[in-house]
């Protein structure tokens, strides 16, 4: 286990390439981190940088109160899982597994113990004298699972681990890594860009986007409070809608507002938008808190469920529930779509009207300028 802290840390490649910047964090002990973020946006790059394969251009990465910046990768106690597997082909799967040990200068019996226990732990024990080009993907993949776990370092950094392998054994290895650090409690730190992946396997995750960390916190809390638009359209499938709204004060309310569609605003709203002096305000809807009026003669319109014109365009089918592509343009030269997640099916035509309700206390408020969540107002502060 490890203590992990990157203090305003940032990596310049070559002339000027800025691949990660201003980063600040704190891992605590035993976590499994995952590191997320669409591809180019600094993920291996503060992985490289912590097991030591590249230099940091400025600020400072700490473990357990060390700082690391010139400890070479094979002082420093974290081990590399890598997407390729890297596994040396002229070896054994012993070979592999023994590998690391024996540039240690370990003493045989030690390393014949400790290669023999991590492969029985991983299923592996019959495996031993197999080449790699005889295993198969999964096997592979737990080969170099096994050749980071012999080392029993104090960090695990796994790089894409599950790219290369199909879906249903990328599903059991999930599982697998899940339960071997429910088991080591050591620090586990993932790099994915799948945020499928990222939420089912992670007790924290950070998301990054262009270098810079947005957000980092647990999957629930990242569903639920979102720090950005960016953080809210990135988790969770299918994606969320963003409507630009005006907010509009009327006598008996404050409404949000777009072409057809009207919002009348919760009292929880109306407290976050106090302080908020702006005419616009990007409005983000979830699709499973859209609900076809259709199909949901039981919805009575009130002042949460509300109502709003759109046309059908098309749907998809995902087995249980189905998505609906609506269009809620406000007028012709403003294209808006929006998705609809509902259990039941509806047949529509192209262009028909259909209407859907939403349900005005899930929606989530974001500023219209810098796309950043506008906050809970603290009771009681001015
Ligand atoms: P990710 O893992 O999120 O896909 P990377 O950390 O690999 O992102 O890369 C971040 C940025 O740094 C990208 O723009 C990438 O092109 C650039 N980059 C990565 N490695 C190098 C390198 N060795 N030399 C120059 N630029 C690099």
Redesign the pocket.
């Known amino acids: 286990m490890a203590h992990l802290q990157f203090r305003h840390v940032a ?1 310049i ?2 002339k000027g ?4 910047d201003g980063l600040d964090f704190t891992i605590p002990h035993g976590e499994f981190t995952v ?1 997320v ?12 940088m912590m097991a030591g394969l ?1 230099d940091l251009t400025e600020g400072e990465f700490f473990m357990d109160g060390v700082v690391m910046n010139p400890v070479p990768p094979q002082k420093r106690e974290t081990a590399m899982v890598f997407q390729s597997y890297a596994l040396y082909p002229h070896l054994s799967v012993y070979g592999n597994m023994a590998f690391p040990l024996k540039l240690r200068k370990m003493p045989k019996d030690v390393i014949d113990r400790r290669v023999v226990d991590v492969a029985r732990s991983l299923d592996l024990e019959s495996l031993l004298q197999r080449m790699p080009r005889e295993l198969s993907g999964g096997q592979r993949q737990r080969v170099a699972l096994g050749r980071a776990m012999v080392r029993e370092p104090k960090v695990f950094l796994f ?2 681990p599950l790219s290369n392998l199909d879906a249903k054994l990328r599903a059991e290895t999930r599982i697998e890594i899940a339960q071997l650090h429910r088991r080591l409690k050591t620090n586990f730190v993932y ?1 994915t ?1 799948d945020q499928v992946e990222a939420v089912t396997m992670g007790e924290k995750i950070m998301v ?1 986007k262009d ?1 810079r960390l947005r957000q980092y916190a647990t999957p629930g809390d990242l569903m639920r409070r979102p720090a950005d638009c960016f953080v809210a359209g990135f988790i969770g499938t299918p994606p969320m809608n963003f409507l630009t709204m005006h907010i509009e004060q009327s006598k008996d309310g404050l409404y949000l507002t777009s072409g057809r569609l009207r919002i009348m605003a919760t009292p929880g709203h109306v407290r976050r938008l106090v302080r908020y002096k702006k005419n616009e305000v990007i409005v983000g809807i979830r699709p499973k808190d859209l609900y076809l009026k259709r199909l949901r003669d039981d919805l009575k319109p009130d002042e949460d469920m509300q109502s709003m014109a759109g046309r059908f365009i098309l749907k998809e089918s995902l087995g249980d529930d189905v998505l609906y592509y609506l269009d809620v343009s406000p007028d012709f030269d403003k294209k808006q779509t929006m998705i609809v997640k509902d259990d039941a099916a509806a047949d529509a035509d192209a262009g028909e009207p259909l209407d859907v309700c939403v349900d005005a206390k899930k929606i989530y408020l974001f500023d219209a300028d810098t796309e950043k969540a506008i906050p809970v107002q603290e009771e009681g502060v001015e």
């Not at 390439?17 to 990660?20: D, E, G, L, Q, S």
């Not at 600094?42 to 992985?47: A, D, E, I, Q, R």
């Open positions: 990596k490649y070559g390439v800025r691949a990660v590191i973020g669409p591809s180019g946006c600094g993920k291996s790059t503060v992985l490289r590249e790089d894409e790099v860009h990054m270098g």
